[in-house]
Each structure stands twice: as structure tokens, then as C-alpha cells.
């Protein structure tokens, strides 16, 4: 797995962009959500500049790597950090109700592979 900072930056566009179609939400809010739901970012914002510095000290940057042909172990540690992904997308949003297969989904990957390289 080699990604540069674009590859970085692209993954995480695509995910805001499927967060965006699956809650029928604006990018904008999207971009704000996955930020703080998914990485743990105050703002978009952070979430590109973290990205951009080669800064990994925040665990969850390794998830903007996560796409749909991605390795086996990134799939495993979204599986490891998915109840705290869940936990903070339930505290943040109270009328839409979300699930693993949905968050699975943001990352563009069929939840039935999801579940069979997870084990």
C-alpha cells in the first residue's frame, strides 16, 4: 500500500461524496460530517490539513487509504474503530439512524466483502 497525499486527499473527496448521496445531505454538511464521524476531526478542514501534512499522529487518517480494492488490514481496522465511528455519528446526528453496512458503504466497498475479509 502506497498512496501519496492526493491519493489521500481523493479517497476522503469520495467518501464525502457517497456520505453525501446516502443521507441526502449537502457536501458541504457531508464533508463536516465525515470529518468529526469518521476521522475524528474537528472541522473538514483539519481533516485536509492533517492529511496534507503527513501528520499521523490522529490513528484514523489510516482510513482515508480505505477504498474499494484496498488491503485486508485496513478493512480490519475499520472493523476494530466501527463502534466508535457509529458512537460518534449517533451523537452527532439524531434524526437518521445509521449502520455498519451504511459506513461500510461510504467507503465504497460491497458490505458482503466487507464481512467475508474481515474474518
Same mark, same amino acid.
Given at each position: 500500500?502506497?498512496?501519496?497525499?492526493?491519493?489521500?486527499?481523493?479517497?476522503?473527496?469520495?467518501?464525502?461524496?457517497?456520505? %453525501?448521496?446516502?443521507?441526502?445531505?449537502?457536501?458541504?454538511?457531508?464533508?463536516?460530517?465525515?470529518?468529526?464521524?469518521?476521522?475524528?476531526?474537528?472541522?473538514?478542514?483539519?481533516?485536509?490539513?492533517?492529511?496534507?501534512?503527513?501528520?499521523?499522529?490522529?490513528?484514523?487518517?489510516?482510513?482515508?487509504?480505505?477504498?474499494?480494492?484496498?488491503?485486508?488490514?485496513?478493512?480490519?481496522?475499520?472493523?476494530?474503530?466501527?463502534?466508535?465511528?457509529? %458512537?460518534?455519528?449517533?451523537?452527532?446526528?439524531?434524526?437518521?439512524?445509521?449502520?455498519?453496512?451504511?459506513?461500510?458503504? $461510504?467507503?465504497? $466497498?460491497?458490505?458482503?466483502?466487507?464481512? %467475508?475479509?474481515?474474518?
Amino acid at each position: 500500500m502506497l498512496l501519496n497525499n492526493e491519493d489521500l486527499l481523493n479517497n476522503v473527496k469520495r467518501q464525502a461524496k457517497r456520505l %453525501s448521496k446516502k443521507l441526502s445531505i449537502p457536501l458541504g454538511q457531508s464533508q463536516e460530517m465525515l470529518s468529526y464521524v469518521v476521522y475524528g476531526c474537528d472541522s473538514y478542514g483539519q481533516l485536509i490539513s492533517l492529511l496534507k501534512s503527513d501528520s499521523f499522529e490522529n490513528k484514523n487518517l489510516i482510513l482515508a487509504a480505505l477504498h474499494p480494492k484496498a488491503e485486508d488490514f485496513l478493512l480490519k481496522f475499520l472493523n476494530t474503530d466501527m463502534n466508535n465511528i457509529l %458512537s460518534r455519528f449517533n451523537e452527532r446526528v439524531e434524526k437518521i439512524k445509521i449502520n455498519e453496512n451504511s459506513v461500510v458503504e $461510504i467507503f465504497g $466497498i460491497e458490505p458482503t466483502d466487507f464481512k %467475508s475479509k474481515i474474518k
